[in-house]
């Protein structure tokens, strides 16, 4: 519902730092839906995408400030 997407992109603008662009929260939800999605979709052929996920997008927005 449009209640918890909402939810859920404030929980993660929240984990963001201060000068994070507040369209980076919808971006970075989007990938987490998406992959989760993704690795559902292939069972077990899903492999390393959830940690591959998970790797590159601490890498993309866990830099210091």
Known sequence: SRKRVS???ERVRAS???S???EHA???AAS???ALQL???LGDAA???LPATRAALIAQ???PA
């Open 16 to 18: 963001l730092p201060p």
């Open 26 to 28: 919808f971006l970075l």
């Open 32 to 34: 987490l839906v998406g």
């Open 61 to 63: 927005y866990d830099k």
């Open 39 to 41: 690795a559902r979709a």
């Open 47 to 49: 492999g390393a995408l």
């Open 20 to 22: 994070a662009a507040p």
């Open 7 to 9: 939810g859920l992109v």
